[in-house]
């Protein structure tokens, strides 16, 4: 058996270019009140924890979950692709991720980072590693300017349900307003459509 380190997650075909952000090709992209929606995730591919073990993922869990975000609400999607890419290999990735963990590191992202201006809500998706967001994702917040929006953190996971993403956004987001989180077992992701559904309706992103 595995220890779950890294929820499984892994990168699956491309819908956009990194460091592009994409629009709904078939609808309208949903505004609240406060603006437009920007989901930004991150993914990847590769060797992946299941059940206390291993399994291959074309199409990583939290591009599954950020994909039916999407279908449902026609949000704008920014994936984060690392300069470095992470190893397939899923101890590899493991002992990566405590090395940047433990220095604090700020994993360079490919690309250009999304613009957030006409944006009222970011959603930051990403699985949990070692019971946090992995660090390319406080690289990403520190890039941006996140006054008078409103964040919500989205997490796949083997055993941590959001981790400590709601504390460490509130304080890496300088000035966003933090907002309700959704956790979604990794393994269960590609079932989880009633229960984005209704996150998304109690959060107020989805109507009706």
């Known amino acids: 058996m595995t220890t779950p380190a890294l929820a499984a997650c892994a990168g699956g075909p491309d819908r956009q270019n990194s460091g592009q952000t994409s629009t709904s090709a078939t609808s309208e992209p949903t505004s609240t009140p406060r603006g437009r929606i920007l989901l930004a995730y991150f993914s990847r591919p590769g060797e992946n924890y299941y059940y206390g073990d291993r399994t291959y993922l074309e199409t990583g869990n939290t591009e599954v979950v950020a994909r039916k ?31 940047e963990q433990d220095t604090d590191a700020r994993p360079a992202i490919k690309g250009r980072l999304p613009r957030l201006e006409g944006y009222g809500t970011i959603l930051l998706a990403s699985p949990i590693w070692n019971v946090r967001a992995p660090m390319i994702m406080t690289t990403l917040a520190d890039g941006l300017d996140f006054r008078d929006k409103t964040v919500h953190p989205v997490t796949t996971y083997a055993m941590s349900g959001l981790g400590t993403t709601e504390r460490d956004y509130a304080a890496v987001c300088r000035g966003a307003t933090m907002g309700a989180g959704l956790a979604v077992q990794g393994e269960q992701a590609n079932d989880a459509g009633p229960t984005i559904k209704a996150w998304l309706q109690r959060t107020g992103l989805l109507q009706g």
């Open 69 to 99: 975000i999407h279908d449902l609400i026609g949000c704008d999607l920014y994936r984060i692709d690392p300069a470095d890419p992470y190893p397939g290999d899923y101890d590899a990735t493991v002992k990566r991720n405590v090395r």
